[in-house]
């Protein structure tokens, strides 16, 4: 039984499509419930030609669903042996999800990329001598004093998150922030940054 994401009952409206067209149902143990294919030939997710666009469809479905109702996404290929099994699982599970599903009542996600302004550098003239050294010295301190107040900048913006109650997860150049979802504008201008935001998106780095 194929499986997309975890909601708590009763279960929305969802009436979307699944993977290649399939139907999308929910599958309630107790007091959560999960949003299911069950009838998805699993062949599909390990062929290169259906694998890419199963996953463009997943997404798909956790974001129109996310748009109905707090889910817990679920990993792309996340089977269940049978009804049974996903059955125990939820039980088992219950109070740990149910539990997350409320810490992420109204919350959403974005997703932040930095990437520093470069200054463009200073043409060097025709010095020689301990007057070219003078000059690259001075080169070399511009870009010093650039990474500082880049690291300055990036600190005070984490800081200024924290203090708006997003949370947030460093992965490389990327930040992902856990965002109330009635907030208005919760980023600082940065002069010394270029930033791209992308959101709002379910909570993909905070199931």
């Known amino acids: 039984m194929y499986a997309f994401a975890l909601l708590a009952a009763p279960p929305p409206a969802y009436v979307g499509p699944g993977l290649a067209g399939g139907r999308v149902m929910f599958w309630t143990a107790g007091r959560v419930l999960a949003a299911v294919q069950p009838d998805l030939d699993l062949t599909m997710l390990a062929e290169e030609t259906t694998a890419l666009e199963a996953v463009v469809d997943h997404d798909r479905v956790i974001q129109e669903l996310f748009a109905l109702a707090p889910v817990l996404p679920l990993r792309f290929a996340t089977v269940f042996s049978s009804a049974d099994a996903l059955s125990e699982h939820l039980l088992a599970h219950q109070d740990l999800y149910l539990a997350r599903l409320d810490q992420l ?39 010093q004093d650039r990474q500082q107040q880049q690291r300055a900048e990036q600190e005070h913006l984490f800081t200024h998150l924290q203090t708006l109650g997003v949370h947030y997860v460093l992965e490389g150049e990327r930040v992902h922030l856990l965002v109330p979802r009635a907030l208005g504008v919760f980023l600082i201008p940065l002069t010394h940054w270029e930033v791209t935001l992308t959101g709002p998106l379910p909570p993909y780095h905070f199931v």
Not at 110 to 137: C, D, H, I, M, S
């Open 105 to 143: 009542q109204d919350r959403v996600e974005f997703t932040l990329r930095l990437t520093p302004v470069v200054l463009a550098p200073t043409v060097a003239n025709a010095a020689e001598g301990r007057a070219y050294f003078q000059q690259r010295k001075q080169q070399y301190q511009q870009v």
